[in-house]
């Protein structure tokens, strides 16, 4: 549904930042699923750890939130804004993610009121959960457009 082109108009981040591939499915304001495909040569193996790699927990969480920031920042009265945490609750890893998975991110809003939100989200390989939680956050002004 979404390249990472597409991503890159409504996203700020940038590699080696930026940790979707693609959007494959988004209901306006409601639900979202994306990519990341987890190769070798990510920057973050070099030192995580060397001859075991495992994609750090804090990268798939942010993974889960800019996957959820695409959903947000979709909506027409948050074109240009930025998406932010705000909190992390009940986060639980069950699955490493190594080099060669495919990471499926899942978003679902539960509320969204005044700028502030929270939301379920859920990342899995080949239907495993790795991680699971809800997130918080806020949609801000992004000084970078002023």
């Not at 940790?19 to 988004?26: G, P, R």
């Not at 798939?60 to 947000?72: D, F, P, R, S, Y």
């Not at 909190?87 to 699955?95: A, D, E, L, T, V």
Request: net charge neutral.
């Amino acid at each position: 549904m979404l390249t990472n082109i597409d991503i890159q108009k409504i996203l700020p981040h940038r590699y080696p930042f930026l940790l979707i591939d693609k959007i494959t499915e988004m209901e306006e304001g409601k639900t979202i699923t994306g990519i990341k495909n987890v190769t070798a040569n990510e920057p973050f193996f070099q030192g995580h750890f060397p001859g075991n790699p495992i994609m750090p927990g804090v990268l798939i969480t942010e993974a889960l939130a800019q996957t959820g920031a695409v959903l947000l920042l979709s909506m027409p009265e948050n074109k240009g804004r930025l998406g932010v945490f705000t909190g992390i609750n009940n986060f639980k890893f069950r699955r490493q993610v190594v080099p060669g998975d495919t990471l499926t991110l899942h978003a679902e809003l539960l509320v969204y009121r005044h700028g502030m939100g929270k939301a379920n989200v859920k990342a899995t390989v080949d239907g495993d959960v790795a991680a699971m939680g809800e997130i918080s956050f806020a949609v801000i002004d992004n000084k970078a457009n002023d």
